[in-house]
């Protein structure tokens, strides 16, 4: 935890690029993985690491589910495969990534670069909104969606040395700087960026940088908020959240995805069992993008910091009636 | 040494035991896919009698050969072929598809480890089999990758993304072998979605192909032999094959697909078509079979 005020700086950089440049930096050290592309190199960042490692860069075409069941193939014989495409292209290859990764327990890393309305101008179709809901799904697989580059480059060294099968996302558009060097990302644990007792926002990815925007919007309004970085979907960091639910009693959801099946409703298992409180949901809601300028698609599909601010003010409301009934129907508030 | 096994291997009579044991695990089971399973059963008892380098007693050896079932519904014909070779007992196959048994209703790495890879979904053990031949390669190891396919699995667009990247890697340490049946669940493959001209397809696709009788041994071995050599570009095997190829009831018919429950009589019926003896039937039919056979005889 760090109360210090975060940087949100703009960083120059992509999640794409920090996760191909962290390609070429681990390639140095360890000559035990490979990485697999479809056409789109210059798109995911792996353009770096074909160009400094051209024998360890294997291309296959426009071709997902091909290239997603060799990697499984190349797993089993001990070499360890980053297969990267864009999300949507990911799901194209689904069910490779289910039978031949997932249910083999195979050692691959999908990295999806271009999630979300963060995508931009190429509208709906790039867009993928459903990603992190359909690879949550798949027993055993680490779904990951770190949230700035200096941590997509922690995350990519982490992911390399977790043995079994994990999705990670990156992004495609210029990304918030949010850490300083000292971060420190850790596989399946969330950390407090904000403190704050009144509520929780729990954020992965673009929306880690608009949560603690909003973070400052209610502490201005006076409103003590905690803003948590969760950049482990699955597993998710239980521990965290519990405490976070003790402490402050109600939650925002922030994500670049459809509210359905995403960080938001990991987060929502959690609470609805071990302990129930108000969450609101901030993310895209039941639909399709559409092209447009990412920040500008962020404020019409209520992604952005005020929009997540809003939907605080809602959790706490929903917390304070919760309160209310409570005292009433307590035996001494007669 | 592969010579001398070569020259002791009777063939037929393995598959002969092979082709009893599948019929007996799907009766036993209740369900499963038979026909697959006798077409392809001649070419897996040479692969793993003769083919591959392997060490049944060590079956996770690094060097090993791979060979992988892509049409992962005629399992049982793996899984009768790996008992005759020592790769796990002849009592695993009696829980085939059961609750908590390891034998599942597809091949899965997961619960018995010397299958290669988890297939079931068609297409996707081919290009596993590309991804093992590929990583070999990588690591200059010289283990060869073999993977089986359907005809009927050919029309998965996945087949072809792979069959494009084979050959652009030049993976020679990989052999296809499809199992031409002519035949897939509902009807005969021309019906459903004809894939003739069959031979230039891969041909073009700039694969070394050889046509075979799947179910002559000379043909299977020279066909093998052959594919050893081959430099610089992967090789098919279109072995044309009998789908229920052995059990008289069941050849060339679509309906012996799967996935079946095997009636008492017409377990009866396959095991003598297949030439077992009552007095090596299975203990688990307690009785019933002996006095079955009797009365059924022919
Ligand atoms: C992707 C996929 N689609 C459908 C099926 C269902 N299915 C199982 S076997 C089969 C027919 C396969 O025919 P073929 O490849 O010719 O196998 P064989 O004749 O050797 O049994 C089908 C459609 C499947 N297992 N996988
Ligand atoms: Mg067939």
Redesign the interface.
């Known amino acids: 935890m760090n109360n210090r005020p975060q940087l949100i700086g703009s960083s120059g950089d992509s999640l794409r690029e920090a996760f191909g440049r962290a390609l070429v930096r681990l390639g140095e050290r360890r000559h035990d993985f490979v990485v697999l592309d479809a056409d789109i190199a210059d798109g995911t960042g792996t353009h770096h690491f074909k160009k400094k490692y051209p024998q360890r860069f294997f291309q296959f075409g426009i071709a997902e589910q091909n290239m997603m069941a060799v990697a499984g193939g190349l797993a089993s014989v001990g070499v360890i495969p980053f297969v990267t495409t864009f999300a949507v292209f990911c799901m194209r290859a689904l069910e490779q990534a289910r039978l031949s990764v997932a249910y083999a327990r195979r050692n691959v890393k999908i990295v999806a670069s271009h999630p979300g309305l963060d995508v931009g101008p190429d509208g709906a179709s790039a867009q993928a909104l459903e990603d992190l809901a359909v690879f949550r799904a798949i027993p055993g697989m680490v779904v990951v969606s770190p949230a700035d580059p200096l941590e997509v480059d922690q995350a990519t060294e982490a992911i390399l040395n977790y043995e079994g099968p994990v999705y990670m996302r990156t992004g495609r558009s210029a990304a918030k700087r949010i850490f300083d060097a000292g971060h420190r990302f850790e596989l399946g644990k969330g950390q407090i960026l904000r403190d704050g007792g009144d509520v929780t926002i729990v954020a992965c990815g673009v929306e880690v940088a608009r949560a603690l925007e909003a973070g400052a919007i209610m502490e201005q309004e006076g409103i003590s908020t905690r803003v948590v970085n969760m950049p482990t979907i699955k597993p998710i960091d239980v521990e965290l959240l519990i405490q976070c639910a003790e402490e402050t009693g109600c939650f925002v959801t922030a994500e670049d995805h459809n509210v359905h099946g995403g960080l938001g409703s990991a987060v929502a298992e959690v609470l609805a069992q071990a302990c129930p409180c108000p969450i609101e949901f901030v993310g895209v809601r039941d639909s399709f993008g559409e092209s447009g300028e990412p920040e500008e698609l962020a404020e019409k599909y209520q992604l952005t910091g005020p929009w997540i601010a809003e939907a605080a003010r809602r959790a706490l409301g929903r917390k304070a009636t919760q309160e209310r009934l409570i005292r009433m129907s307590s035996p001494l508030a007669i | 040494m592969i010579a001398e096994v070569k020259d002791r291997v009777d063939f037929r009579a393995i598959a002969s035991k092979a082709r009893q044991l599948i019929i007996q695990m799907i009766y036993e089971a209740e369900s499963g896919h038979p026909g697959g399973s006798l077409s392809a059963i001649d070419v897996l008892t040479y692969l793993y009698f003769q083919e591959l380098r392997l060490d049944p007693a060590r079956p996770d050896w690094e060097g090993r050969d ?1 060979f992988i079932l892509s049409k992962g519904h005629a399992c049982p014909a793996l899984y009768a072929i790996a008992v005759e070779r020592g790769l796990m007992p002849v009592d695993l196959l009696w829980g085939f598809r059961k609750t908590g048994r390891p034998l599942q209703g597809h091949p ?3 619960s018995t480890p010397w299958v ?6 068609l ?14 390669r ?2 200059t ?1 010289p283990a060869r990758v073999y993977v089986m396919l359907g005809d009927g699995e050919l029309q998965e ?2 087949v072809w ?2 069959a ?2 084979a050959p ?2 030049r993976l020679d340490n990989l052999c296809v072998i499809i199992d031409y049946n002519q035949m897939q669940s509902d009807d005969l493959t021309k019906n459903i979605m004809g894939l003739e001209p069959l031979k230039p397809k891969w041909e073009s696709f700039n694969w070394k192909v050889i046509e075979i009788d799947g179910h002559d041994y000379a043909q299977i071995a020279s066909a093998f032999d052959q594919a050893k050599h081959i430099v610089g570009t992967p090789t098919v095997i279109l072995a044309h094959t009998i789908k229920g190829k052995g059990v008289s009831f069941m050849e060339n018919s679509p309906c012996w697909h799967g996935s079946v429950k095997l009636r008492e009589e017409e377990l009866i019926r396959a095991l003598q078509d297949l030439g077992a003896d009552a007095s090596e039937m299975p203990p688990y039919l307690n009785g019933s079979f002996k006095q079955g056979e009797d009365q059924h005889g022919q």
């Open positions: 791979r899965h790495v997961g290669e890879t988890s297939t079931g979904s297409g996707q053990g081919f290009s596993v089999a590309i991804g093992m031949a590929l990583g070999l990588h690591q190891l667009g996945e993304e792979g494009m990247c652009h890697y």
